[in-house]
Each structure stands twice: as C-alpha cells, then as structure tokens.
C-alpha cells in the first residue's frame, strides 16, 4: 500500500482497513484497539480516525505539495 493508497481512504477507517494498513490481523485490531489511536466507537462498531491514525504512523497526509516551491 504506497502513501497515495492511505490519502485516499475515507475519513473513517474499519477494522479491515486498519488491519490492511498496520499489516496485522482484524482479530488483532479487535484484541488491541486501545491502543491504536484514532478509536471511533459508534453504539457497537469500532472506526477509526484515518488523520489520526496516519499522523501516528508518521505519514505525511499529503498537503498540496505544489505549494512548497
């Protein structure tokens, strides 16, 4: 998954897309999702913060890179 990939997902994240993007199973997203940052949780279903997430990560979530001339 390149940078490109991860700017382009929506702004709240699944298990699944979060478990893609970490390289871990959903079962392990389930089992440790205290501690990933970014916890959405809506009546019983868990989301994720992708800037939040992102940001954790380090990645650079893509200001116009236009701009930095």
């Known amino acids: 998954m390149t ?10 994240l699944t298990v699944e ?6 390289r871990i199973s959903p079962k392990s ?3 440790c999702k205290e501690e990933i940052p ?4 809506i009546g019983r279903t868990i ?8 940001s954790y990560l380090g990645i650079d979530q893509g200001r116009d890179q236009e701009n930095t001339s």
């Open 29 to 31: 997203v389930y089992a």
């Open 38 to 41: 970014g916890l959405i949780r």
């Open 3 to 12: 940078v490109h990939d991860l700017q382009n997902l929506p702004e709240v």
């Open 17 to 22: 897309e979060v478990a893609r993007i970490l």
């Open 47 to 54: 989301r994720f913060s992708r800037n939040i997430l992102l």
